[in-house]
């Protein structure tokens, strides 16, 4: 069963780069799959943030694409976040999860781990 | 840009209650749609997906239905576990979530 593990400042300051690491085990990150950031703000929904596969091709939220890069580590299983010009606005649980190269669902996700944007 | 909006937005149940969760897509979307239960502090956790087919390892108590536009998540006997929010996702284009249904006991 692979398992991924979020990890990464806890406090970025307004209009700094947010950055993030999701480590792999148990599994290839080189499989079928695509490899996601997921954040949701404290009380609120659930928002995709990108995506990466092996190969380095990406997909992101139309809404965040100016300031998102998502990049992909195969020699140490991890993919990272970097999210640049921050706001209060970016203050989320960050998750990242695999999406199933079968279903289409995240059927696997890290725990979580608190951003705070703030000065 | 598909939009989902899911109803009620809350609601209180009790144990042994059938409860049904509708999610609205802005245009259709086949069954490219999954849902997922979340409980305070934890990361999601998919229950459907392709709008009917339950994941491995879910309480056959959860059931989805519906395609094109309407889609609902039916809990058949509700139980204490059942507790917390319940999103839907389109697997359509980018993924994009409903805004959640908090269920009570």
């Known amino acids: 069963q692979v398992q991924l593990q979020e990890s990464g400042p806890g406090l970025v300051k307004p209009s700094g780069t947010l950055s993030l690491t999701c480590a792999v085990s148990g599994g290839s990150i080189s499989s079928s799959s695509w490899w996601n950031w997921v954040r949701q703000p404290p009380g609120k929904g659930l928002e995709w943030v990108g995506e990466?596969?092996?190969?380095?091709?990406?997909n992101y939220n139309p809404s965040l694409t100016s300031r998102v890069t998502v990049s992909v580590d195969k020699s140490i299983n991890q993919f990272s976040l970097k999210l640049s010009s921050v706001t209060a606005a970016d203050t989320a649980v960050y998750f990242c999860?695999?999406?199933?190269?079968?279903?289409?669902?995240?059927?696997?996700w890290g725990q979580g781990t608190l951003v705070t944007v703030s000065s | 840009d598909i939009q989902l909006t899911q109803s009620p937005s809350f609601l209180s149940a009790s144990v042994g209650d059938r409860v049904t969760i509708t999610c609205r897509a802005s245009q259709g979307i086949s069954n490219y749609l999954a849902w997922y239960q979340q409980k305070p502090g934890q990361a999601p956790k998919v229950l459907i997906y392709a709008a009917s087919t339950l994941q491995s390892g879910v309480p056959s108590r959860f059931s989805g239905s519906g395609s094109g536009t309407e889609f609902t998540l039916t809990i058949s006997s509700l139980q204490p576990e059942d507790f917390g929010n319940y999103y839907c996702q389109q697997l359509n284009s980018y993924p994009r979530f409903g805004g959640g249904t908090k269920v009570e006991i």
């Open positions: 999860a695999r999406k199933s190269y079968t279903s289409s669902v995240f059927d696997s």
């Open positions: 990466i596969y092996h190969s380095g091709s990406t």
